[in-house]
């Protein structure tokens, strides 16, 4: 399967912990996005990546969230000091460039959930 | 700041019958990109259809078609012969044309219900 990984699907912490998430995109898309979805709500935008530069953070991006694409591969997303209103389903998407010849779809992993106590 | 509205948080349609999904967004924009996303139940995201701006005719892949006004600033998604693979949440999203804009505003979904 060559679609969009994400590790781990689910995860449970106690607030003041530290969570780290992967993102793995399809290989051949240079650019990777990080959105976060609450319950009943639709995705927002976090952070977006073009190779390894973090080209774009959202406002909903505190200090304590932190996004990395090292090598232009996969990325992770670590949250610093979690807090119960950091509970939603973090979804990663990867693309290539769009332009008029090509969509610049998004695919999107399943997403990774958590669960602050 | 763009927004984009999808007014009807479930929807339910028989199978094999018409449903039509609505979505209002906002923008001051003349170029940008209109999606549909399917969100099937613990299963990613996936694309189902787009529409360019620019574009007057409405695209179409399908069983799945929009209505696209852009002096309404709206657009639809009407599925027909709906089948039960259909249920899902369904999203409409908008992102500016060109480089640098990347970002896809979303609308809180429609709740797709297939009634066998």
């Known amino acids: 399967d060559t679609g969009v990984s994400q590790d781990p699907r689910h995860k449970i912490t106690k607030r003041g912990q530290n969570v780290t998430f992967r993102c793995d995109p399809i290989s051949e898309h240079n650019r990777l996005y990080w959105y976060r979805q609450t319950l009943g709500q639709g995705p927002e935008f976090l952070t977006y990546?073009?190779?390894?530069?973090?080209?774009?953070k959202s406002r909903l991006l505190s200090d304590r969230f932190s996004a990395e694409r090292p090598k232009g591969s996969f990325s992770t997303l670590e949250i610093q000091h979690t807090e119960q209103g950091d509970s939603a389903m973090y979804l990663c998407a990867s693309s290539r460039w769009a332009n008029r010849q090509n969509t610049g779809e998004l695919f999107f992993g399943e997403g990774s959930r958590l669960t602050v106590l | 700041a763009q927004t984009v509205t999808q007014s009807q948080p479930e929807m339910s349609v028989q199978e094999a019958e018409t449903v039509t999904l609505s979505c209002t967004y906002d923008?001051?924009?003349?170029?940008?990109?209109l999606f549909w996303y399917k969100q099937p139940p613990s299963r990613q995201m996936i694309l189902v259809i787009r529409q360019e701006a620019y574009k007057q005719q409405n695209a179409t892949e399908n069983r799945f078609s929009v209505n696209f006004q852009k002096a309404a600033k709206s657009f639809s998604l009407k599925i027909s012969d709906s089948q039960l693979g259909d249920a899902a949440m369904y999203f409409c999203?908008?992102?500016?044309?060109?480089?640098?804009?990347?970002?896809?505003?979303f609308g809180t979904g429609t709740r797709l219900t297939i009634i066998p």
């Open positions: 923008t001051s924009e003349s170029d940008y990109y």
């Open positions: 990546f073009q190779n390894e530069a973090q080209l774009e």
């Open positions: 999203a908008y992102r500016r044309e060109g480089f640098g804009n990347e970002k896809l505003t």
